[in-house]
């Protein structure tokens, strides 16, 4: 499992360094306002997929060990074909994208839900390494295109990004999907209609439960996107969305750590392990996310205007204000998938329902009068809440206290021995 951990914090770690060259190439070349719009598109998108992943999403790793696969991606697909459609029509009528890019995010979203499906087919047979390579492939594609159109054709506008989208998404899809073939040509032909008819009940009531949760969980992260365009205008959302990437970074590990996590106790039966195993990975996960928020909370505002440019000095001031927030956060990420994991996304619909409220109603307070460090501290509010209430019900399941999933000097001794044996074994295998 270390390997599986260590190679997907691998992948993420060079995917985040990737995404920060393509911000910074964002932001050098466009500005602040087309940094804006290009976070206004990005996050579009992934609304959308929310509703898109109300039948099926990432609930399929969870079906995948119990139903044939043909009968999960099928009604996947139509489904996702249906929702961009009707975002097509609502977004017309909506003033959040311009006009001129609303078609392409209806395409953009419909072929990256394929290739999202073809992941979590992937992650539900356990093929990790497979889908971070294919993750990894999404990036590279994306800066080296951005590369191409802003270095060597001139074309400094937000559609040589959405090009980029296009290639990558376009990719991840048609790669994804050939690693799967030889799943959906292992089918089984007992009771064939009864079992899509339960397939399809399964894609829908766990997805349902699992994007009332994300739903709540991404308007918790991005709300304040469309609080701040509204209030301050798209370069402040240029900056705010700079300095949310950035600091998200630090959740690479424990999204690194859940990705494993998740893939295991979908495919185990013993609850105790389960328990067990979360508790320990929400140690180190926390540990290590404190290791790297302290570089990145300690760089001073002229280090980030000589990176990005001179309108994004208040990014220091943004990860300030984020910062205890994604700390804490990462506990509610690790008992959220052990909930996942065990099919009660029921639980983690109801903690992120409760950090969504937090966010309308600390961001209607506090981003009118201070604007994004009001955003930033409504975010760090809303992460409290949501953690609070994930890590009382995990308490409360597993019979420990919410002190045990915090980590002590025998524990980050423990992982670091257990590690650095890792890597002596790793470099003795020929």
């Not at 509610?332 to 619909?349: D, I, Q, R």
């Amino acid at each position: 499992m270390i390997k599986k951990i260590t190679n997907t914090f691998g992948t993420k770690l060079i995917s985040a360094i990737i995404n920060l060259l393509i911000a910074i190439t964002i932001s050098q070349y466009l500005g602040a306002a087309g940094k804006g719009e290009q976070g206004i598109i990005i996050t579009t998108i992934v609304l959308i997929l929310i509703f898109i992943n109300l039948v099926g999403g990432p609930t399929i790793v969870y079906l995948v060990p119990r139903h044939p696969l043909s009968h999960l991606i099928i009604p996947s697909y139509l489904w996702s074909v249906m929702v961009s459609a009707i975002f097509l029509v609502l977004m017309q009528s909506v003033d959040i994208v311009s006009p001129e890019y609303i078609l392409h995010v209806a395409l953009l979203t419909t072929i990256n839900s394929f290739g999202a499906i073809n992941q979590s087919i992937l992650l539900g047979k356990e093929r990790i390494k497979t889908n971070n390579y294919i993750s990894l492939l999404q990036v590279v594609l994306v800066i080296g295109t951005l590369i191409f159109y802003f270095y060597f054709c001139g074309k400094l506008e937000i559609m040589s990004y959405i090009k980029a989208l296009y290639i990558s998404y376009g990719m991840t899809f048609i790669l994804s999907f050939y690693f799967i073939i030889p799943y959906l040509k292992n089918k089984n032909s007992v009771n064939q209609s009864g079992r899509m008819l339960d397939a399809i009940k399964g894609l829908t009531r766990f997805g349902i439960y699992n994007q009332i949760g994300t739903i709540a969980q991404v308007l918790s992260l991005r709300l304040s996107y469309y609080f701040i365009d509204h209030i301050s205008g798209r370069s402040d959302v240029g900056v705010y969305s700079m300095g949310v990437s950035l600091i998200e970074s630090v959740w690479l590990i424990s999204s690194s750590i859940t990705l494993v996590q998740y893939s295991r106790i979908v495919n185990s039966e013993d609850d105790a392990y389960s328990q067990k195993l979360t508790i320990n990975l929400t140690k180190i996960g926390l540990f290590l996310a404190f290791v790297i928020l302290i570089p990145l909370v300690l760089l001073p505002s002229g280090f980030y205007s000589f990176i990005f440019g001179h309108e994004f000095g208040k990014i220091n001031q943004v990860m300030w204000s984020l910062a205890p927030g994604i700390l804490i956060y990462n506990i509610a990420a690790m008992t959220g998938h052990y909930f996942s994991g065990t099919g009660k996304y029921h639980l983690n619909a109801i903690a992120m329902v409760a950090g969504l409220a937090v966010t309308v109603g600390c961001g209607l307070l506090l981003i009118p009068h201070f604007g994004i460090i009001g955003a930033g501290i409504t975010a760090s509010l809303s992460y409290t809440v949501t953690t609070i209430i994930l890590a009382t019900m995990f308490a409360k399941r597993a019979k420990c206290s919410i002190a045990d999933m915090f980590p002590v000097w025998k524990d980050v001794n423990s992982y670091y021995r257990e590690f650095i044996l890792f890597f002596r074994k790793d470099k003795k295998t020929p």
